[in-house]
């Protein structure tokens, strides 16, 4: 992470809701050691005030291509949902720099296990205003975790050598945010 931190707030005073329409959150891992799997949860919230972010994701709305393997997810082999129904995130931190890129760090909940991450990201210059006269702003932050520390530690062994699923995950958060009334 960058040693130059600024001052200037992501948000503009007020709150922010992220509009789950045009915003998403969603995960990468690579798989069978030659592509990368993704998938993402179509039921998720977050707000921004400042430079507080706070974010939920519904484990049960994983959205991904494979009904049957989107049933295994939510098992005590992944996500274990029936135990654990929401990954929650808050940001202890988040700068923006000059460029409009974000830094910051936050803590990660999955699982009931709680550990600190690291976050990068970019954030829009200012908010724009939609044709219904809302202020909106623009955020996308990313972060990679090791899934195991999370105790999400199922895998099986690759007949060409390895596990089926790496360790290493990739969170991104795309979300556009519309600022709430008065």
Known sequence: MS????????????????????????????????NTFRG??????????GNELDGTAKV???????????????????????RYPEITF???ELHR??????????ELTLKGVTQPIEL???VAAEP?????????LGLRLETEIDR???????????????DYLANDVNLSAELAFVKAEA
Do not use: M
């Open 90 to 92: 808050k940001a202890t």
């Open 97 to 106: 720099l000059d460029d409009n890129r974000v830094e910051g760090k936050g």
């Open 40 to 49: 993402g949860f179509a039921e998720f919230s977050a707000t921004l005030e």
């Open 148 to 162: 195991t520390k999370y105790g999400v530690s199922w895998n099986a062994p690759n007949q060409s050598g390895g």
């Open 120 to 122: 990068t990201g970019v």
């Open 3 to 34: 040693t130059i931190e600024s001052t200037k707030q992501l948000a503009p005073a007020g709150t922010w809701a992220a509009d789950p329409v045009h915003s998403n959150v969603s995960f990468e891992v690579a798989y069978a050691g030659v």
């Open 60 to 82: 049960s709305s994983i959205d991904i291509k494979d009904e049957q393997l989107n049933g295994h997810l939510q098992t005590p082999d992944f996500f274990d949902s029936e």
């Open 128 to 136: 724009a205003t939609d044709p219904f006269g809302r202020e909106r």
